[in-house]
Protein backbone atom coordinates (compact mmCIF):
# COMPACT_ATOMS: atom_id res chain seq x y z
CA UNK A 1 0.00 0.00 0.00
CA UNK A 2 1.15 3.44 -1.12
CA UNK A 3 0.33 6.97 -0.74
CA UNK A 4 0.61 9.98 -3.62
CA UNK A 5 0.78 13.25 -3.02
CA UNK A 6 1.61 16.36 -4.87
CA UNK A 7 4.76 18.66 -3.01
CA UNK A 8 4.57 22.05 -3.98
CA UNK A 9 6.76 23.62 -1.44
CA UNK A 10 10.14 22.16 0.22
CA UNK A 11 8.70 18.67 -0.26
CA UNK A 12 10.22 18.74 -3.73
CA UNK A 13 13.56 19.16 -2.50
CA UNK A 14 14.57 15.53 -1.92
CA UNK A 15 16.52 16.28 0.56
CA UNK A 16 14.10 16.79 3.32
CA UNK A 17 11.69 13.57 1.90
CA UNK A 18 13.37 9.81 3.09
CA UNK A 19 15.70 7.84 0.53
CA UNK A 20 13.65 5.76 -2.02
CA UNK A 21 10.41 8.03 -2.55
CA UNK A 22 9.12 7.43 -5.81
CA UNK A 23 9.29 11.27 -7.07
CA UNK A 24 7.68 13.14 -10.64
CA UNK A 25 7.81 16.38 -11.37
CA UNK A 26 5.25 17.57 -13.01
CA UNK A 27 2.48 21.01 -12.87
CA UNK A 28 -0.24 21.51 -10.96
CA UNK A 29 -3.12 23.59 -12.65
CA UNK A 30 -5.75 25.78 -11.06
CA UNK A 31 -3.86 26.61 -8.06
CA UNK A 32 -1.78 29.08 -7.08
CA UNK A 33 1.10 28.95 -3.75
CA UNK A 34 0.74 31.82 -1.28
CA UNK A 35 2.92 32.34 1.98
CA UNK A 36 0.07 32.38 4.32
CA UNK A 37 0.86 29.30 6.79
CA UNK A 38 1.67 31.44 10.56
CA UNK A 39 2.79 29.10 13.83
CA UNK A 40 5.33 29.07 16.04
CA UNK A 41 8.48 26.69 16.63
CA UNK A 42 8.87 25.00 20.27
CA UNK A 43 11.19 27.62 21.28
CA UNK A 44 8.66 30.44 20.33
CA UNK A 45 9.90 31.60 16.81
CA UNK A 46 7.61 32.73 14.93
CA UNK A 47 7.67 31.72 10.97
CA UNK A 48 5.40 31.84 8.17
CA UNK A 49 5.17 28.70 5.70
CA UNK A 50 3.85 28.10 2.21
CA UNK A 51 0.18 26.82 1.16
CA UNK A 52 -1.94 26.95 -2.18
CA UNK A 53 -5.26 28.16 -3.06
CA UNK A 54 -7.44 27.39 -6.25
CA UNK A 55 -7.07 30.00 -8.84
CA UNK A 56 -8.74 29.56 -12.40
CA UNK A 57 -6.12 29.83 -15.22
CA UNK A 58 -3.07 29.30 -13.39
CA UNK A 59 -0.45 26.26 -12.99
CA UNK A 60 2.57 25.27 -10.84
CA UNK A 61 5.18 23.03 -10.94
CA UNK A 62 5.92 20.63 -8.34
CA UNK A 63 6.48 16.92 -7.60
CA UNK A 64 4.27 13.76 -7.35
CA UNK A 65 6.01 11.31 -4.44
CA UNK A 66 4.88 7.93 -3.88
CA UNK A 67 5.81 6.43 -0.91
CA UNK A 68 4.54 3.78 1.84
CA UNK A 69 1.28 4.27 3.82
CA UNK A 70 3.39 3.78 6.91
CA UNK A 71 5.15 6.78 6.31
CA UNK A 72 1.97 8.82 6.56
CA UNK A 73 1.80 9.22 9.80
CA UNK A 74 5.68 10.80 9.84
CA UNK A 75 4.17 13.01 6.80
CA UNK A 76 1.13 14.46 8.27
CA UNK A 77 3.38 15.07 11.54
CA UNK A 78 5.83 17.24 9.17
CA UNK A 79 2.48 18.76 7.89
CA UNK A 80 0.70 19.68 11.18
CA UNK A 81 -0.46 22.68 10.43
CA UNK A 82 -2.48 21.45 6.96
CA UNK A 83 -5.55 19.47 6.00
CA UNK A 84 -5.47 17.13 2.74
CA UNK A 85 -7.09 18.06 -0.25
CA UNK A 86 -7.88 14.57 -1.96
CA UNK A 87 -8.24 13.58 -5.92
CA UNK A 88 -6.10 16.26 -7.24
CA UNK A 89 -4.68 13.92 -10.25
CA UNK A 90 -7.01 15.38 -12.61
CA UNK A 91 -5.16 18.39 -12.57
CA UNK A 92 -1.35 17.38 -12.30
CA UNK A 93 0.19 16.47 -15.70
CA UNK A 94 3.67 14.90 -15.29
CA UNK A 95 6.27 16.56 -16.99
CA UNK A 96 7.82 13.61 -19.29
CA UNK A 97 4.34 11.88 -20.40
CA UNK A 98 1.86 14.78 -19.78
CA UNK A 99 0.00 12.13 -18.39
CA UNK A 100 -2.46 12.97 -15.19
CA UNK A 101 -1.29 11.59 -11.95
CA UNK A 102 -3.33 8.73 -10.24
CA UNK A 103 -6.95 9.27 -8.47
CA UNK A 104 -5.70 9.54 -5.13
CA UNK A 105 -3.31 11.95 -5.13
CA UNK A 106 -3.45 14.69 -2.44
CA UNK A 107 -2.24 17.52 -1.32
CA UNK A 108 -1.50 19.85 2.01
CA UNK A 109 -3.42 23.23 2.33
CA UNK A 110 -3.25 25.40 5.35
CA UNK A 111 -5.58 24.20 8.08
CA UNK A 112 -8.20 27.45 8.90
CA UNK A 113 -6.84 28.09 12.13
CA UNK A 114 -3.10 29.02 10.94
CA UNK A 115 -4.25 30.16 7.27
CA UNK A 116 -3.12 33.73 7.48
CA UNK A 117 -0.34 36.10 6.07
CA UNK A 118 2.77 36.23 7.29
CA UNK A 119 4.02 39.06 9.36
CA UNK A 120 7.30 40.05 10.99
CA UNK A 121 6.18 38.44 13.52
CA UNK A 122 5.51 35.79 11.52
CA UNK A 123 8.49 36.09 8.82
CA UNK A 124 9.20 33.48 6.40
CA UNK A 125 12.58 31.95 7.39
CA UNK A 126 15.70 32.27 4.68
CA UNK A 127 16.71 28.98 5.29
CA UNK A 128 13.13 27.16 4.16
CA UNK A 129 13.36 29.29 1.50
CA UNK A 130 16.64 28.48 0.32
CA UNK A 131 15.46 24.54 0.98
CA UNK A 132 12.38 25.40 -1.37
CA UNK A 133 13.88 27.01 -3.88
CA UNK A 134 17.27 24.45 -4.15
CA UNK A 135 14.51 21.98 -4.85
CA UNK A 136 12.94 23.86 -8.13
CA UNK A 137 16.76 24.75 -8.94
CA UNK A 138 17.71 20.72 -8.83
CA UNK A 139 14.68 19.60 -10.98
CA UNK A 140 14.12 23.06 -13.63
CA UNK A 141 17.04 25.03 -13.02
CA UNK A 142 17.55 28.48 -13.10
CA UNK A 143 13.88 28.35 -14.83
CA UNK A 144 12.28 26.81 -11.61
CA UNK A 145 13.23 29.73 -9.51
CA UNK A 146 11.87 32.25 -11.91
CA UNK A 147 8.20 29.85 -12.20
CA UNK A 148 8.28 29.80 -7.95
CA UNK A 149 8.64 33.43 -8.19
CA UNK A 150 6.31 34.12 -10.57
CA UNK A 151 3.46 31.51 -9.45
CA UNK A 152 3.45 32.30 -5.41
CA UNK A 153 1.81 35.27 -3.91
CA UNK A 154 3.00 37.06 -0.74
CA UNK A 155 6.11 38.50 -1.66
CA UNK A 156 5.06 41.42 0.94
CA UNK A 157 5.59 39.08 3.98
CA UNK A 158 9.12 39.72 4.99
CA UNK A 159 12.39 37.31 5.13
CA UNK A 160 14.24 36.67 8.14
CA UNK A 161 17.97 35.98 7.33
CA UNK A 162 18.96 33.20 9.25
CA UNK A 163 20.91 31.32 6.52
CA UNK A 164 23.94 31.28 8.68
CA UNK A 165 22.09 30.26 11.85
CA UNK A 166 19.39 27.99 10.30
CA UNK A 167 16.36 27.77 12.23
CA UNK A 168 14.46 25.57 9.48
CA UNK A 169 14.47 21.87 10.85
CA UNK A 170 14.97 20.07 7.70
CA UNK A 171 18.09 22.76 6.82
CA UNK A 172 19.96 22.29 3.34
CA UNK A 173 23.96 23.81 2.54
CA UNK A 174 23.34 25.79 -0.49
CA UNK A 175 26.00 25.65 -3.41
CA UNK A 176 27.73 28.90 -3.28
CA UNK A 177 26.63 29.78 -6.94
CA UNK A 178 22.93 28.64 -6.28
CA UNK A 179 23.02 30.98 -3.29
CA UNK A 180 24.03 34.08 -5.53
CA UNK A 181 21.73 33.68 -7.76
CA UNK A 182 18.94 33.00 -5.25
CA UNK A 183 19.58 35.88 -3.58
CA UNK A 184 20.25 38.45 -6.88
CA UNK A 185 16.46 36.97 -7.80
CA UNK A 186 15.20 38.00 -4.42
CA UNK A 187 16.96 41.63 -4.21
CA UNK A 188 15.06 42.21 -7.98
CA UNK A 189 11.78 40.70 -6.79
CA UNK A 190 11.95 43.43 -3.67
CA UNK A 191 11.96 41.11 -0.71
CA UNK A 192 12.04 42.69 2.51
CA UNK A 193 14.84 40.98 5.09
CA UNK A 194 14.35 41.97 8.84
CA UNK A 195 17.41 42.58 10.67
CA UNK A 196 19.55 39.24 10.63
CA UNK A 197 18.48 36.89 13.39
CA UNK A 198 21.38 36.66 16.07
Known amino acids: MTITYFGYGSLVNIDTIPAGVEVTPGTLHGWVREWKVCGESPDGQGRCALTVREKEGTRIMG ?83 DHFLETTEGWHVPVLPDRANPLYPRKIVLDPEVAKLIDSKLKDLGVNFLSPAT
Open 63 to 145: VMAREPKTRLAELELREKRYLKVEAVGGAFRCDASMRPGPDELFLFRAAPEHCRWGTDKHPILQSYLDCVLAGFYRFWGEAGI
